[in-house]
Structure formats: structure tokens, C-alpha cells
């Protein structure tokens, strides 16, 4: 039933499969949009500080930081997928079926059997009211790809890879998905990114430099690219720093053992 046609917001299709637009049935009962995004992040943002105060309070700088500025600009749905990131693992299967591109960001953070048969059962729940809508989606998306990107194909991209190593961790999991999903390159979807640090300083850190690549961008980008020209400020000033955290610890490790002086082998006589 959604089109494009129209100017902003309107432009578009609906990106969204339908159990994101079952979730968005009590907000489309108030008759005006803005106050209706206002209460949608709002509620989103609440559950977000419940999730990182109770599970990892060393995440509150992401309310600090641009993506997130930019994310209730726009009422965007990823700091509800980065708090059911941070909340015990059957959230995420919510977090896939609302928006499966970020959604698989936030599973990988918390992978477990559990969150798949929870979302396998809410798919087949769905199949019954509109058994299409598979196919439509995937329709809409596949029409439109040429609007998103993979950040590990674009500009300075394959530096990402650095944190390769660190792929058994829950952070660097995340991280690594991030980098490989194609995703809007604006600005909203790197709220995921604070997954990565660890320490309260690391979030600080991040939040910080997020807003000289936004600000860097607000001055800088060419006409005519606003959107796209996003990319190359995000990959070396929030993703790829999020990279050297995750390969530090990794890259020290290596040095300690190259540096770590060999002991020598003691000599045993040869028996006459």
C-alpha cells in the first residue's frame, strides 16, 4: 500500500518487513506523524537507558553522540534494536524481525538458539495474516539497493579488517556484521557501533569523535551528496577506531610474544 511518492518522508517505499509494522500499529492510531515518531523514540529511548543501565552502564555516552542526535532527528528504529542488543538473548529475535539488517548486528552480539525459534514462530504467526509479504519486502528492498552500502567496500573500508581477530568476541562479532551488512549510509545506523567499547572512557571516546566526523561532514560535503558523502567521515572517524579497539589487545598480545626473549636450550652432555 506504501508508494513512493511524494517528498521526504514519502519518497520512498516501506523498507520494513511486516512485524516491524505490526509494532508500529499503536503509534499510527495518533493522527499527527511528528508527535507520533516523538512518542515512538521516546519509548525507544527509555528502553534503551533501562537496557544499558541494568546490563552495561559503560554504553550511556551513545546518548551523546551523533548517531544518536541524528537517530531522534528522524525517529529511527536503531537505538530500539541497540537496546534489545543489550537485553538477555530472546529480545533478539524482535530485533531481526523489526529490521534484520541491523537486527542481525544485534543477534550477533547475543547469538543463541533460542532468539531463532522465537522469531521462526513470530515469522509463521505473521504468514497467517498477510502470506505474502515475504516476497513483497524482499521486493522492495532488491529495488532499491543501489541506496545502501557495505561500509567494508567503500573508501578506506578494508582497514576495517583489522579486527579480524577478534571475531570470537561478542563486540567483535557485532562489528564485523556491521561492516559487512549493507546498510543507509546516514548516520542513525552507526548507533550500533557502541556495542564495541568496553570501558566508560573507550564510549566516551567514541561519542566524541562521532561528533567531529558529523561536524567535519556538515562543513565539508560536496553538493548534490549529501547522503553519501557520509561514508568516508563515519569509516575513519567512528568505524575504524572502533577497529583498532577491538584489535589492540590482539596486536599487543603479538608483540608481547615477537619481543619475549627466548630462553636458551640447556645442553645435556652426550653419554659416553
Given at each position: 500500500?506504501?508508494?513512493p511518492g511524494?517528498?521526504?518522508p514519502?519518497e ?7 512485524p ?5 500499529i ?6 499527527d506523524p511528528?508527535?507520533?515518531?516523538a ?6 529511548s527509555?528502553l534503551?537507558a ?9 554504553k550511556?555516552?551513545?546518548?551523546l553522540?551523533a ?5 531522534a532527528?528522524?525517529?529511527q528504529?536503531t ?10 538473548p ?6 531481526l524481525?523489526?529490521?534484520p ?7 550477533l ?5 533460542r532468539s531463532?525459534i522465537?522469531a521462526l514462530v513470530?515469522?509463521?504467526l505473521?504468514l ?5 509479504w ?5 521486493t522492495?528492498?532488491l529495488?532499491t539497493?543501489?541506496?545502501?552500502f ?10 576495517l ?5 577478534a ?7 557485532t562489528?564485523l556484521?556491521?561492516?559487512?551488512i549493507p ?7 552507526s548507533?550500533l557501533?557502541?556495542l564495541?567499547?568496553?570501558t ?11 561528533w567531529?566526523a558529523?561536524f567535519?561532514?556538515?562543513i565539508f560535503h560536496p553538493?548534490g551528496?549529501?547522503?553519501?558523502s557520509?561514508w ?5 572517524l ?8 577491538l ?7 603479538v ?11 640447556p645442553h ?5
Amino acid at each position: 500500500i506504501i508508494q513512493p511518492g511524494g517528498n521526504y518522508p514519502f519518497e520512498n517505499p516501506l523498507f520494513y518487513p511486516l512485524p516491524a509494522a505490526i509494532l508500529s500499529i499503536p503509534f499510527g492510531l495518533i493522527n499527527d506523524p511528528y508527535l507520533a515518531g516523538a512518542a515512538f523514540f521516546g519509548l525507544s529511548s527509555t528502553l534503551l537507558a533501562f537496557a544499558v543501565l541494568r546490563y552495561d552502564w559503560k554504553k550511556f555516552p551513545v546518548f551523546l553522540s551523533a548517531p544518536f542526535f541524528v537517530s531522534a532527528s528522524v525517529a529511527q528504529i536503531t537505538p530500539l534494536i541497540l537496546a534489545l542488543a543489550l537485553m538477555p538473548p530472546a529480545w533478539q529475535s524482535l530485533a531481526l524481525l523489526t529490521k534484520p539488517t541491523s537486527g542481525l548486528a544485534a543477534f550477533l552480539y547475543k547469538p543463541s538458539a533460542r532468539s531463532i525459534i522465537i522469531a521462526l514462530v513470530l515469522v509463521l504467526l505473521t504468514l497467517l495474516w498477510i502470506p505474502t509479504w515475504p516476497i513483497e519486502w524482499l521486493t522492495a528492498t532488491l529495488a532499491t539497493r543501489g541506496h545502501y552500502f557495505i561500509p567494508l567496500l567503500s573508501t578506506g573500508g578494508f582497514l576495517l579488517l583489522m579486527a579480524i581477530p577478534a571475531w570470537r568476541s561478542k563486540e567483535g562479532r557485532t562489528f564485523l556484521g556491521m561492516s559487512l551488512i549493507p546498510h543507509h549510509p546516514y548516520w542513525y545506523e552507526s548507533v550500533l557501533l557502541w556495542l564495541v567499547p568496553q570501558t566508560l572512557r573507550q564510549s566516551l571516546g567514541l561519542s566524541l569523535l562521532s561528533w567531529v566526523a558529523y561536524f567535519g561532514w556538515l562543513i565539508f560535503h560536496p553538493e548534490g551528496e549529501i547522503i553519501n558523502s557520509t561514508w568516508p567521515w563515519q569509516i575513519f572517524l567512528v568505524y575504524l577506531p572502533c577497529a583498532v579497539l577491538l584489535a589492540f589487545p590482539h596486536m599487543t598480545q603479538v608483540a608481547r610474544n615477537f619481543l619475549k626473549p627466548v630462553k636458551p636450550t640447556p645442553h645435556t652432555p652426550h653419554p659416553e
